[in-house]
């Protein structure tokens, strides 16, 4: 869990405003994955990003939202124009390879709160 | 689409009493059924992850079994420190598919 480092970890945006939630990998991931988790709600997928390369992003919402995972430095997941509704637990995960059964492991989350 | 359902939602024991959680799931090919622990606040940490019918795993008072619609999560002789959720996920493409988890509290 320690391995994959977000920040924030807390984030407070005022409506209209933008979120930016950056994820670095484990140390020899290469494979970067970004969940949300919304009150009450269970973990759902967002997007899965190589370097430079968006794998699967049939999770994202289709506007305001975007994800990218540059050859240098952390993933970053950018949300527009926030939303109250935008409000919950963002986590980042990271694996080895995209292969069957890889584990895939969590950071801590970062927190955002829209008001 | 895959779909995961855990049950119970919430699960209270006393310390010592033995229990099981339940996942059932339906998938075309399981391709890894995952275990993970997650602490209010925390992000989810791995637990196990059970690729085919009949496999089990064990860590500490924790063991994890698989058959062919279903995982259990047997506690046994649980303390308070395993208080949690526990969250099981099947991979599904590029993704894991999570159940909504089992919020588990142990009394001293």
């Known amino acids: ?3 994959v480092m977000q920040n924030p970890r807390h984030l407070v945006r005022r409506r209209g405003q933008e979120a930016r939630l950056r994820c670095s ?42 994800a990218e995972f540059p050859k240098e430095g952390p993933s970053i997941l950018r949300i527009q124009q926030v939303v109250r509704g935008d409000s919950a637990a963002y986590f980042c995960a990271s694996s080895p390879a995209q292969r069957t059964g890889n584990t895939i492991y969590f950071g801590e989350g970062s927190w955002l709160t829209v008001v | 689409e895959d779909q995961v359902t855990q049950s119970p939602e919430a699960l209270r024991l006393q310390e010592g009493e033995s229990s099981s959680l339940n996942c059932s ?15 209010p606040g925390k992000g989810p940490e791995f637990l196990f992850t059970l690729y ?11 063991k994890a079994t698989l058959t062919k619609k279903e995982s259990f999560l047997h506690i046994t002789a649980p303390k308070p420190e395993d208080s949690a959720t526990y969250l099981c ?3 599904d493409g590029n993704k894991l598919v999570f159940g909504a988890g089992t919020i588990l509290r142990v009394k001293s």
């Open chain 1, 1 to 3: 869990n320690a391995g």
């Open chain 2, 89 to 91: 996920a099947v991979q």
């Open chain 2, 25 to 39: 799931y339906t998938v075309s090919g399981l391709r890894g059924l995952f275990w993970y622990r997650q602490d």
């Open chain 2, 52 to 62: 085919s019918a009949g496999e089990e795993k064990e860590k500490e008072r924790l």
């Open chain 1, 25 to 66: 990998p484990m140390k020899g991931h290469s494979h970067v994955y970004w969940y949300r988790q919304l009150p009450e709600e269970g973990l759902k997928f967002m997007v899965y990003l190589q370097k430079e390369n968006i794998i699967d992003e049939s999770g994202m919402p289709k506007e305001r939202f975007s």
